[in-house]
């Protein structure tokens, strides 16, 4: 049996509130660790909690904190919006972890926390499987186990990490994705390993945050001269908090010099555009376009392809006002492609009946 949904929405943001709530989660040698060590979160900075990007002002509980409950993903957004399905992504300091060990049993308890505390109470979402990329071979682990939960659809990581997520100590990952059927899905965000600016260390936030795109197009690129696509034809990524805008410049300019020099990567056999256009989604919050509905019109039109955005409310950050949930100046003709019906072609879980 096949469905059909209004509205999906690609990436909302479920927050571990405490370390407290993880526990139940951990094997008795990790829950002893935590109390031992004293710890008490592993929570991410990519979106500090004050910074007003982090939560739309509206949507901020009474003390102004970020909303962290399903009553206010319910009312900000899947009821607000008529959302059919919605996918969680959980970004916690797993990747953070320099203890390949350690970062395996918090991914464990990050994803079983998920589907016991989103995805049993809400039968419209759904979410992706947090993987610790320190060990490829515990991240596989990782998807082998929850993949068994048709509710995970997709395997995230972030953005910037160790190493370019196209090196071949990372394909194990794309092999158990690809045979799950699962997209992988590329997060803002970074382990922090290394700067993430190509010229060190930056002072603001606002440095950072900006940076994030050259992160993508940096795995973009990877992806595609590793030869990823090549090995796994039936792979997709999706790109999620990537901005939209950058993107045709950087295929022009990714093909062009590809065509200069493709003899160093012969099993790159055609464009990266055709590649890329095959294989890569975006989510379309944050939407990085001018306010001129025109312009904005020819830069999708830029993109020749009609299947590749997604939409996205990012959920609860700050990404837009109102209930426009649509940026002005996609055409009209795309926007049931973006709220529907890419999501069902990249997603094949969604399509599924659930047991």
Request: contains cysteine; glycine residues 6%.
């Amino acid at each position: 049996m096949t469905v059909s949904w209004s509205t999906i929405d690609c990436d909302v943001h479920v927050n571990v509130p405490s370390m407290k709530a993880l526990l139940p989660h951990l094997d008795q040698y990790w829950r002893d660790s935590v109390v031992d060590r004293g710890m008490n979160s592993l929570d991410s900075i990519s979106y500090p909690p004050n910074a007003p990007l982090t939560a739309r002002p509206d949507w901020r509980g009474r003390a102004g904190e970020p909303p962290n409950t399903l009553d206010m993903l319910r009312s900000h957004a899947l009821d607000r919006w008529n959302i059919d399905i919605a996918i969680c992504n959980c970004l916690y300091g797993v990747q953070l972890l320099y203890s390949e060990d350690m970062a395996a049993a918090f991914a464990k308890a990050v994803n079983d926390w998920v589907a016991a505390e989103w995805l049993d109470r809400d039968a419209r979402l759904r979410a992706s499987i947090v993987v610790p990329m320190q060990n490829p071979d515990y991240a596989v682990a990782e998807i082998e186990r929850c993949a068994k939960d048709r509710r995970f659809v997709q395997v995230l990581v972030l953005a910037m990490g160790e190493a370019p997520l196209g090196r071949r100590q990372y394909w194990p990952v794309y092999a158990a994705a690809e045979r799950h059927g699962l997209p992988l899905g590329l997060h803002a965000g970074s382990s922090y390993r290394h700067p993430v600016t190509s010229l060190g260390w930056p002072s603001w936030y606002v440095e950072d945050y900006c940076a994030q795109s050259q992160g993508f197009q940096s795995q973009v690129a990877s992806l595609v001269c590793e030869g990823v696509f090549v090995k796994f034809p039936k792979l997709r990524v999706v790109l999620l908090e990537s901005g939209v805008t950058w993107l045709p410049a950087f295929l022009w300019r990714l093909s062009k010099f590809w065509r200069g020099v493709r003899l160093e990567v012969p099993w790159v056999d055609r464009s990266p555009l055709e590649i890329v256009r095959e294989h890569v989604r975006l989510t379309i919050q944050p939407f990085d376009g001018p306010d001129d509905p025109s312009a904005v019109a020819r830069l999708i039109d830029h993109m020749q392809s009609d299947d590749m955005l997604l939409f996205s409310s990012d959920f609860p950050h700050w990404q837009f006002d109102g209930d426009d949930i649509m940026p002005v100046g996609i055409p009209e003709r795309l926007h049931g492609r973006i709220r529907r019906d890419n999501a069902l072609a990249t997603y094949g879980r969604l399509t599924e009946t659930l047991v």
